[in-house]
């Protein structure tokens, strides 16, 4: 079998020649309790600080403002739950009709068996926030705002920023889910507002199993796993070394690369996507074009489905999705695409590609070249696709 031409970024990412190199030390010889006293664990507690101060760079914030967990997932749990237990009188709760099943069903939860006020702010045809919406849900019984910073399936970015600032006018803490954003797009938290960002490492091409929580200086923090003293009381449990010390260096090379995310990378998913418009009929992008991640396009083709479509690329070595692997399986269509308003013949239809910066051209020529056949074989056998063939 021919290599694997991958374009499921978005769901998890290669780890990293340099950032295996890195952490392999971790896993044979270094290999001792960071919480020790003796210098043989001593050392390793040094090798995690130094991984923090290089993941605060990549977001510009400080060291201590930093706490590593297991996962994206853990990150917006703690957040979540560190908000309301710090508000404990404030019963509303607001995020998107549009976040990844780590926060949506973390609110629905919450709204669900303890009662709180849930307010799901809805997003345009572009899938872009409603900030007027937004400005009218706020009031001084919301707890916390969480909102992702860029959507995972789509790639519109949404302006958390400006969130922040209004959930900050009635005393609000808020939170962005920033595992799509972080080594894509410059992020500089000592110049805004933000309290609380979370992020994976296997979003950033670091192993699968670490994350990290940004929690400004000042604001209220509760914990949520209770335990040990590790990360300054914040987080319970023996650091997850080998991981850390991956997420420290991966960091350090999403900062190198962040101009070839914006520039090459970009290049390269525009390429592919004008390619896809131009050969496959009746196929429309989902998302806001102007105002995305760099390596991110959702494509819709009509009248055929998005699973049939992944399947037939797969055996032609080509990786992609339908949208979020966390709800991979449901015969549903995706969430997003649902609050987007796209038809229901189009929203089937839908498949993500993903790039990297490990992304070549030859790869998007293997998609080019496949996708145009596989699009009309799947519209001759189904009778939409039939219709639409005969009037082209």
């Not at 991958?6 to 044979?28: G, I, S």
């Not at 500089?188 to 400004?216: C, E, F, N, T, W």
Request: proline share 4%; glycine share 8%; net charge negative.
């Amino acid at each position: 079998m021919a290599k694997v031409a991958y374009f499921d970024n978005n769901a998890t990412t290669c780890v990293a020649p340099e950032v295996m190199e890195a952490m392999l030390p971790y896993l044979r010889e270094l290999y001792g309790n960071p919480s020790s006293i003796h210098t043989f664990g001593g050392q390793v507690a040094a090798r995690i600080e130094e991984a923090r101060e290089r993941l605060a760079a990549l977001l510009g914030a400080e060291p201590q403002e930093i706490l590593f967990t297991s996962c994206g997932t853990e990150s917006d749990s703690t957040a979540i739950y560190s908000a309301i237990r710090s508000l404990p009188k404030r019963r509303h709760i607001i995020t998107s009709r549009v976040e990844h099943p780590a926060v949506q069903n973390v609110c629905q939860w919450l709204a669900d068996r303890e009662g709180y006020r849930l307010t799901e702010v809805g997003v345009d045809s572009h899938g872009r926030l409603d900030m007027d919406q937004l400005r009218q849900a706020v009031d001084d019984d919301t707890a916390v705002v969480t909102l992702m910073w860029a959507n995972n399936e789509t790639g519109t970015i949404f302006p958390v920023e400006e969130a922040a600032a209004l959930a900050h006018l009635h005393g609000a803490i808020f939170h962005t889910d920033a595992v799509q954003a972080v080594g894509k797009l410059p992020i500089d938290l000592a110049a805004g507002h933000i309290d609380m960002l979370s992020l994976s490492g296997h979003k950033l091409h670091a192993p699968k199993g670490i994350g990290a929580l940004y929690v400004r200086r000042g604001t209220r923090f509760v914990p949520f796993l209770r335990g040990g003293h590790q990360e300054s009381n914040r987080r319970a449990g023996t650091e997850a070394v080998p991981g850390i010390i991956a997420l420290g260096r991966a960091a350090d090379l999403a900062a190198e690369r962040i101009d070839d995310e914006n520039t090459r990378v970009r290049a390269l998913r525009d390429r592919l996507e004008k390619g896809l418009l131009a050969t496959c009929p009746d196929a429309r992008i989902n998302g806001d074009t102007a105002h995305r991640l760099p390596n991110t396009t959702n494509i819709s083709f009509e009248f055929i489905e998005g699973e049939a479509i992944l399947l037939l690329l797969d055996q032609e070595g080509i990786c992609a999705s339908s949208g979020s692997a966390c709800t991979t399986g449901s015969l549903e269509p995706s969430h997003v695409l649902r609050a987007m308003g796209v038809p229901f013949t189009a929203a089937h239809g839908s498949v993500r590609f993903s790039l990297s910066c490990y992304t070549t051209d030859a790869e998007v020529d293997r998609v080019l070249k496949v996708m145009p056949g596989i699009v009309r074989r799947l519209r001759e056998i189904s009778p939409f696709g039939r219709e639409t063939l005969r009037t082209a």
